[in-house]
């Protein structure tokens, strides 16, 4: 097995096995750096030794087994005392702990690092690098921000965590109202990059992350049956994870909502994620953030085509949301909508009001060439979908994009 092999092999195991290498040290060290760098550390071993040694038979274990004595050491080299020398020894044992509120070790660091004594941006970065395993790079992507600028704020989160001497423990029911907001929004974005991964070196859509991001979204809500958010959350994802296999063309391509076939979405998972929609809105209570997009996922899974879909609901319910989540990519989804109800002329105007906040972004520039491209102004259209094909990571989309442009002839 060449290098470069076992660095494929390794980068798929990093997105497998390092939020669990991670959870699992911090909940023996109860220190988010040792568990970090020890991780790293392992990583770094197995491509040195993988490939004269071969892989192991269990590429997971054998990396948290090397990471775990790489955090050993480092214990010891930083505590002369007799009494922390025991400790880390005893950790060789792997002594099991109690398991408490929450009997899920990701789920213990993730309510960890959304403590509120970090800020809401601050805790979901944290979360998305040391239990998510998305890069610095990823969460960037995620956050509209700069990879250094995103760096920086999470070095500042983990030094605070140590300063404040945050302990990694699991918390008790009064806590979780405190946290859940954050921990939510950790969930979404991890469910998010598995749905449509920024990166181009990973699939387009990842299994792994949307697969984990609803079975803790489930914990979740075994753990808070009457809030809101959390079946709201988890019935967007489901909804969303009901197209998944419709998402993606053989050949690698991005299928967009109007082009899919519909007979292959998961008509277990639209059941119930519209029965929880529909639970949610039998309570009276006014929606939340999640509750509404799941809503305006239901509608759409509810139609039997695009030209079938009930637009002016999702108008309407984009209006509750703008009032909730004032941003530009909620406004840009709205008129995406608008399109369809009102005409693209109507949305592109609405669309080039977002110019100066996301210039950056990819999805606004290729909403941009496709309005332009319905309204007959190719060679616009053209400029437009080269910038989203410029700024775009997902292979799966920029795929798609290309093709577009290139039928504009």
Same mark, same amino acid.
């Given at each position: =097995? ?10 798929? +195991? ?9 959870? +699992? ?32 038979? *269990? ?19 930083? *505590? ?10 005893? %950790? ?14 990701? @789920? ?11 800020? %809401? ?8 690098? =040391? ?16 990879? /250094?600028? =995103? ?23 009064? $806590? ?15 469910? *998010?990059?598995? &749905? ?5 070196? /990973? ?20 753990? =808070? ?11 967007? %994802?489901? @909804? ?45 209570? +006014?929606?939340?953030? &999640? ?5 305006? #996922? ?26 909730? $989540? ?6 840009? #989804? ?7 109800? $009102? ?6 105007? +609405? ?25 007959? &102004? ?15 990571? *997902? /292979?799966?989309?920029?795929?798609? @994009? ?8």
């Amino acid at each position: =097995m060449s290098v470069t092999d076992v660095r494929e092999a390794i980068s798929r +195991a990093h997105h497998e096995e390092w939020a669990r290498v991670v959870a +699992a040290l911090t909940g023996r060290f109860g220190d988010l750096d040792i568990a970090e760098e020890a991780a790293a550390e392992a990583f770094a071993t197995a491509v040195e030794r993988w490939p004269a040694d071969g892989v192991p038979p *269990n590429p997971g274990a054998w990396l948290t087994t090397t990471a775990r004595r790489k955090a050993i050491d480092r214990v010891r080299r930083e *505590n002369k005392r007799v009494d922390k020398q025991k400790e880390a020894q005893l %950790m060789y044992d792997d002594p099991p702990e109690p398991p408490g509120l929450i009997d899920d070790e990701r @789920l213990r660091l993730i309510f960890t690092c959304c403590h509120p004594a970090l800020a %809401m941006e601050t805790r979901v970065a944290l979360t998305l690098r =040391m239990v998510g395993g998305l890069t610095a790079t990823e969460i960037a992507r995620a956050f509209l921000v700069q990879e /250094t600028a =995103m760096g920086q704020r999470i070095t500042r989160a983990k030094a605070k965590i140590k300063a404040a001497r945050i302990p990694y423990r699991v918390p008790s029911a009064a $806590d979780l109202p405190a946290r859940v907001s954050g921990v939510l929004a950790v969930l979404y974005l991890v469910f *998010n990059e598995g &749905y449509l991964a920024t990166g181009p070196d /990973t699939d387009p859509v990842r299994h792994d992350l949307t697969a984990e991001a609803i079975r803790l979204t489930r914990l979740i809500r075994a753990l =808070m049956p009457q809030d809101g958010e959390v079946a709201g959350l988890l019935a967007l %994802m489901l @909804l969303i994870e009901a197209r998944r296999t419709a998402r993606v063309s053989g050949s690698g391509e991005l299928i967009a909502l109007d082009e899919q076939d519909r007979g292959a979405w998961d008509a277990a998972l639209i059941t119930e994620g519209h029965r929880l929609v529909r639970e949610r809105l039998a309570t009276g209570a +006014a929606p939340g953030r &999640y509750q509404i997009l799941a809503a305006i #996922n239901a509608v759409h899974t509810s139609a039997r085509g695009v030209r079938d879909t009930d637009w002016s609901q999702v108008v309407a319910l984009y209006d509750q949301l703008v009032r909730l $989540d004032p941003s530009p990519i909620v406004a840009l #989804n709205r008129a995406i909508a608008v399109a369809e109800l $009102d005409g693209p002329q109507v949305a592109l105007a +609405a669309v080039d009001r977002l110019e100066d906040k996301l210039a950056g972004y990819h999805a606004y520039h290729a909403t941009r060439a496709d309005l332009l491209r319905r309204l007959g &102004y190719g060679q616009q259209s053209r400029a437009a979908y080269d910038k989203a094909i410029d700024l775009a990571g *997902n /292979t799966a989309e920029i795929t798609y @994009l290309t093709r577009r442009r290139d039928q504009l002839g």
